[in-house]
Nanobody, 123 residues
């Protein structure tokens, strides 16, 4: 079992920035790839970004490329999502998730999920 706790959400004006954190406990964090997802009311959950177990490979949805940065600190069992130039349509509950892997790529499915943190972007 891996427990994940997101933090860092809140209210920000359009164009502003937030840094989300995902703290993990329970298993060896460095054995897991990490993903960030979001879900807005009435919409399906969507992929935002992912990072491999070493941090050497990162992936982003096209709409956040260049504005969001995913990172991780395995010594602190924590992953981060730096979000810059936020847009009102990006308001959502943001979730982190982890996927066990024995390679430095990100699996297509995730094993454990956090409870989410709310991000609100005012226009």
């Amino acid at each position: 079992q891996v427990q994940l706790v997101e933090s860092g959400g809140g209210l920000v004006q359009a164009g502003g920035s937030l840094r989300l954190a995902c703290a993990a406990s329970g298993r060896t964090f460095s054995s897991y790839a990490v993903g960030w997802f979001r879900q807005a009311p009435g919409k399906e959950r969507e992929f935002v970004a992912a990072i491999s177990r070493s941090g050497g490979n990162t992936y982003y949805r096209d709409s956040v490329q260049g504005r969001f940065t995913i990172s991780r600190d395995n010594a602190k069992n924590t992953a981060y999502l730096q979000m810059n130039s936020l847009k009102p349509e990006e308001a959502a509950v943001y979730y982190c998730a982890v996927a066990w892997t024995n390679s430095d790529y990100v699996p297509s499915s995730f094993d454990y999920w956090g409870q989410g943190t709310q991000v609100t972007v005012s226009s």
